[in-house]
């Protein structure tokens, strides 16, 4: 059983920068694909970013459109930890972000409890 715990959430102007981590407890964490989600209000859940490990040892991520260029995915194996740098950030990135983790290319099978993020204008 995998579980996650997300910090860093807070308040930032627009144009500033949140780093948000994600930290697993149980499980081979080097092999776990690890996924950041968001969910704004009254919208649905998005996809934001992943991390993917790829054999032998080779991590790659990807990103929505929406955050390429301003949104950074980084990992801490000694740390069983994920980061979300965020920078640049804009009113519309407001929401609740939340890690999540999953073994191969299928859902994500264990998800953190969510942290809020608000940018103000």
């Known amino acids: 059983q995998v579980q996650l715990v997300e910090s860093g959430g807070g308040l930032v102007q627009a144009g500033g920068s949140l780093r948000l981590s994600c930290t697993a407890s149980?499980?081979?964490?080097?092999?776990?694909?690890m996924g950041w989600f968001r969910q704004a209000p009254g919208k649905e859940r998005e996809f934001v970013g992943s991390n993917r490990w790829s054999r032998p040892n080779t991590y790659y991520s990807d990103y929505a459109d929406s955050v390429k260029g301003r949104f950074t995915i980084s990992r801490d194996n000694a740390k069983k930890t994920v980061y979300l740098q965020m920078n640049s950030l804009k009113p519309e990135d407001t929401a609740v972000y939340s890690c999540?983790?999953?073994?191969?290319?299928?859902?994500?099978?264990?998800w953190g409890q969510g942290t809020q993020v608000t940018v103000s204008s």
């Open positions: 149980g499980g081979t964490f080097t092999t776990y694909n």
């Open positions: 999540a983790a999953r073994l191969g290319l299928g859902n994500y099978n264990y």
